[in-house]
């Protein structure tokens, strides 16, 4: 398959590079099926952002999605049952039920949604936009769905690993001693691990470049850079937590403070000035959604499926 192919397959993040060239959103979004923000949330122990949709867990487990959902991925099975992760690509969906169980719903163009049957109990996630990446108990790392540009093809000496990112079409883990290895498409460079990258205690796979967290609190950012997603600010100083969106990046300092950069057509760059100390942070395909330190959500962004519209009861945020 060509490389234009495997885009138009997968349906993705390279949609938002059609704002970026034209201007406007098309006839597409108009035709899309939209589900609507939920008015009794409640407490929510995890966000999760996607490229069009969101979905929480609420603090008695129950999975809850909103937001575009022309595939069907806000659409949580009646028998899921108690969640205690979850990750939203672009047009699917996948979660960890309390026993373990990955469970995956929405667009399953590339079998992003066939979770093998051998799997076993999984401890972490991460959906991508066409394929998918789960962490199983042991620690080995497991990935399904699109191939085209080999980010299922997990390295057979890679072993245990802490930490795993699903990007465009490239996947980034996080070993067990702290290093970082990629794969997939490479063609900007969001492979190309550094060399003296050191010791990593995070990872962050955006479109098409990649942002790690070293041990000693400096981020570092790689491959395309087109929209300056990856010129980390001279000032920044130390980091808590990134998340790499489609060609946005956003990092919290030490000091609570948000601080994003890269494209920004969307005012997905944009952060409140009364926004306050913040704890998390989850930069979806155009939009972000931060954590306060009071446990309060608050998203700015493209806006178009109401993804950046928080319910007013939805309470305290753990996690995003």
């Known amino acids: 398959l060509?490389?234009?192919?495997?885009?138009?397959?997968?349906?993705?993040?390279v949609f938002r590079d059609g704002f970026k060239s034209t201007g406007s959103i098309g006839n597409r979004l108009n035709a899309k099926r939209q589900r609507d923000v939920p008015t009794h949330v409640g407490a929510v122990a995890a966000v999760s952002a996607g490229g069009f949709h969101t979905c929480a867990v609420r603090s008695d487990g129950q999975l809850v999605c909103f937001g575009e959902n022309g595939s069907g991925q806000c659409d949580v099975p009646t028998d899921l049952g108690e969640v205690v992760a979850v990750s939203a690509g672009v047009y699917h969906t996948c979660a960890v039920r309390s026993d373990g169980q990955l469970v995956c719903f929405g667009r399953n163009s590339c079998g992003q949604c066939d979770v093998p049957t051998d799997l076993g109990a999984v401890v972490g996630v991460s959906a991508g936009v066409s394929h998918s990446c789960a962490v199983r108990s042991d620690g080995q790392l497991v990935c399904f769905g699109n191939n085209a540009d080999g980010q299922c093809d997990v390295p057979t000496d890679l072993g245990a690993v802490a930490a795993v990112s699903a990007g465009f079409l490239h996947t980034c883990a996080v070993r067990s001693a702290g290093q970082l290895v990629c794969f997939g498409e490479n063609g900007s460079g969001q492979c190309d691990v550094p060399t003296d990258l050191g010791e990593i205690v995070a990872v962050s796979a955006g479109d098409s470049h990649t942002c790690a967290l070293r041990s000693d609190g400096q981020l570092v950012c790689f491959g395309r850079n087109s929209c300056g997603?990856?010129?980390?600010p001279t000032d920044l100083g130390e980091i808590v937590a990134v998340s790499a969106g489609d060609s946005h990046t956003c990092a919290v300092r030490s000091?609570?403070?948000?601080?994003?950069?890269?494209?920004?057509?969307?005012?997905?760059?944009?952060?409140?000035?009364?926004?306050?100390?913040?704890?998390?942070?989850?930069a979806g395909d155009s939009h972000t959604c931060a954590v306060r330190s009071d446990g309060q959500l608050v998203c700015f962004g493209w806006n178009y499926d109401r993804q950046c519209d928080v319910p007013?009861?939805?309470?305290?945020?753990v996690a995003v």
């Open 2 to 13: 060509s490389k234009e192919h495997v885009r138009q397959m997968s349906y993705g993040r």
């Open 312 to 317: 007013t009861d939805l309470g305290a945020v």
């Open 255 to 282: 000091d609570g403070q948000l601080v994003c950069f890269g494209w920004n057509s969307c005012g997905q760059c944009d952060v409140p000035t009364d926004l306050g100390a913040v704890v998390a942070v989850s």
């Open 229 to 232: 997603q990856c010129d980390v």
